[in-house]
């Protein structure tokens, strides 16, 4: 009875400290944060998480972004991601992303919050709506010249 106790202890250990590769991070950033609604919105959502990895505020690599603890959303390191189209989709995506493509209008964006929300900051530019989110780079107040998030924009990134 010991040992069968013993593997599963040390089945349960080896569960904790699952190790996630870069790619696997992004295409969790990408299908839970932007809703899995476009190619235009995961790409924008990966473009954040590549702004935040070379930035040098952050951590350096796609999986210490993702995984930060209340930067994206709750259980984006545990949850089953299921919706079979929506997990080739983000595939391509993520993979498209970690070789260099960025969506053009993120820029050096490195936050964004879902595009029905209204913030009361005054250091909020904003730079794209797409993909159901509001991508915006904090700047000085006195250097703002977009302080609401635009109309959406969606199809502009290549397939």
């Known amino acids: 009875m010991k040992i069968p106790a013993m593997l599963l202890g040390l089945a349960l250990?080896?569960?904790?400290?699952?190790?996630?590769?870069?790619?696997?991070?992004m295409?969790?950033?990408?299908y839970f944060?932007?809703?899995?609604?476009?190619?235009?919105?995961?790409?924008?959502?990966?473009?954040?998480?590549?702004n935040r990895v070379e930035s040098g505020r952050y951590p350096g690599s796609v999986c210490g972004v993702v995984a930060?603890?209340?930067?994206?959303?709750?259980?984006?390191m545990s949850r089953d991601m299921t919706e079979a189209r929506s997990k080739r989709l983000t595939r391509e995506a993520a993979t498209?992303?970690?070789?260099?493509?960025?969506?053009?209008?993120?820029?050096s964006a490195q936050f964004f919050h879902a595009a029905s929300y209204r913030a009361g900051y005054n250091n909020m530019h904003y730079t794209v709506t797409t993909g159901g989110n509001a991508f915006y780079e904090r700047r000085r107040p006195e250097l703002v010249t977009q302080p609401a998030p635009m109309p959406p924009v969606e199809g502009i990134t290549r397939r």
């Open 68 to 76: 930060q603890k209340g930067q994206f959303a709750p259980g984006v």
């Open 13 to 25: 250990l080896a569960a904790c400290g699952q190790r996630h590769s870069e790619l696997d991070c």
């Open 33 to 50: 944060e932007s809703n899995r609604s476009s190619r235009d919105g995961m790409v924008a959502v990966g473009s954040v998480v590549m």
């Open 96 to 107: 498209s992303v970690l070789r260099g493509e960025r969506h053009p209008l993120v820029g």
């Open 27 to 30: 295409e969790r950033a990408m």
